[in-house]
């Protein structure tokens, strides 16, 4: 397998952490169940082969997602290919900053994938053709940051608020109220709760949900034991119960379900 990682100058740095390039991927399985983080993505599939959204249960094909695509925030998870002869440019933004890239407020795209025509200036589609064209890595690396600066540089406005309420749910979901952080950031809990939701994609509650679950999962990952009741307190979950009813709502299985399915790659399970 071919990848490389990239991350890309100020000011775009700001808004993207990085940009991600793999080719001759070749995993055992060929289905990934992807799990909820907090991320969204803008995916350029560059083999031309056209890769499938899945049914959760079934894993029958429900959507086709062909050249270039947006990837929304996600409260559920989502079940896609596991990257058997596909070549991808993907772009992972940092989390609540994507909104400068978009037509359209970010929350009308959570838990979808929709075509970039639909999200992005014309001209900018013309990327993936370049990005096709050019044979080094680097060079691909090169010309998307060239793209994104040139169609967004006017836009790429941080929002302090959004800034502060992320970096604080992300640094302690197991310890945080979104009270105390509406009181702490001084807004009425309306407004602010419109304008986390508009940049990020779901509500402050939403988000930390999510970030509880991605905590639990990277403890599971670290302490590499079963100890539910422990991972559950840590995390932030009332009790054993409300942990593993999230868990399940978030990825589909239950916590023993998840050791075995997970794969080296954090929040993918291999379900076919």
């Known amino acids: 397998m071919i990848a490389e990682m990239y991350f890309p100058g100020f000011p775009l740095n700001q808004f993207i952490d990085r940009f991600f390039y793999y080719k001759d991927?070749?995993?055992v399985h060929s289905i990934d169940r992807f799990l909820p983080d907090g991320d969204i993505h803008l995916i350029f599939e560059l083999s031309g082969n056209p890769q499938y959204i899945y049914d959760n249960d079934t894993l029958e094909e429900k959507q086709a997602c062909k050249e270039v695509w947006f990837?929304?925030?996600r409260?559920?998870?989502?079940?896609?290919p596991s990257g058997k002869d596909s070549e991808m440019f993907i772009i992972y933004f940092h989390k609540g900053q994507s909104y400068p890239f978009l037509e359209?407020?970010?929350?009308?795209?959570t838990d979808h994938v929709v075509h970039g025509r639909d999200v992005l200036p014309r001209d900018f589609l013309f990327l993936r053709e370049e990005l096709?064209?050019?044979?080094?890595?680097g060079g691909k690396f090169a010309k998307a940051e060239k793209y994104f600066i040139q169609f967004y540089q006017s836009k790429l406005i941080l929002n302090p608020c959004v800034i502060f309420a992320v970096k604080?749910?992300?640094?302690?979901?197991?310890?945080?109220?979104?009270?105390a952080l509406s009181d702490k950031i001084g807004y009425s809990q309306k407004h602010f709760i419109h304008q986390f939701s508009s940049h990020v994609g779901l509500t402050p509650k939403g988000f930390l949900k999510v970030m509880r679950f991605q905590k639990a999962i990277k403890e599971i990952e670290m302490k590499r034991e079963a100890d539910w009741s422990r991972i559950a307190h840590e995390s932030g979950f009332y009790d054993q119960s409300h942990f593993i009813n999230e868990f399940k709502l978030f990825s589909g299985c239950t916590p023993s379900e998840y050791l075995r399915l997970k794969t080296e790659n954090l929040n993918y399970l291999a379900v076919g």
């Open 168 to 179: 604080k749910i992300l640094s302690t979901p197991h310890q945080l109220t979104i009270k």
């Open 132 to 137: 096709q064209n050019i044979e080094s890595i």
């Open 75 to 80: 409260n559920k998870c989502i079940t896609i």
């Open 25 to 27: 991927a070749n995993p």
């Open 104 to 109: 359209m407020p970010v929350d009308t795209l």
């Open 71 to 73: 990837s929304g925030i």
